[in-house]
């Protein structure tokens, strides 16, 4: 079993940035990708963007240039991080992030989100 808690959410200005970080834990050396959605209240949930176990990242087209995922693998963690930079009030979302194993086809685990308010 894996546990994801995400922290660093928060309220900023048009054009600030925030980081939010994602910390996994348990069964860590089963987690291939790592990826951050956001939802907005009775929409969709969005993907954001993932990485990989080996730093291969990708990113929506709503965020590419603007938001940086990285990623750190330890023994007993893995973190990650969203550095979201350039925000603008359409970045205002709930956001979780997500894990999968190696071998999964989808995303097994789901941290409890951490909200983001960009304010014009």
């Known amino acids: 079993q894996v546990h994801l808690v995400e922290s660093g959410g928060g309220s900023v200005q048009t054009g600030g940035s925030l980081k939010l970080s994602c910390v996994a834990s348990?069964?860590?050396?089963?987690?291939?990708?790592v990826g951050w959605y956001r939802q907005i209240p009775w929409k969709q949930r969005e993907w954001v963007g993932g990485?990989?176990?080996?730093?291969?990242?990708?990113?929506a087209e709503s965020v590419k240039g603007r938001f940086t995922i990285s990623r750190d693998n330890a023994k007993d963690t893995v973190t990650v991080w969203l550095q979201m930079n350039t925000l603008k009030p359409e970045d205002t979302a709930t956001y979780y992030c997500a894990a999968y194993e190696y071998g999964s086809s989808r995303y097994d685990y789901w941290g409890q989100g951490t909200q983001v308010t960009v304010s014009s």
């Open positions: 990485i990989s176990r080996d730093g291969t990242t990708h990113y």
């Open positions: 348990g069964r860590v050396e089963r987690i291939d990708a």
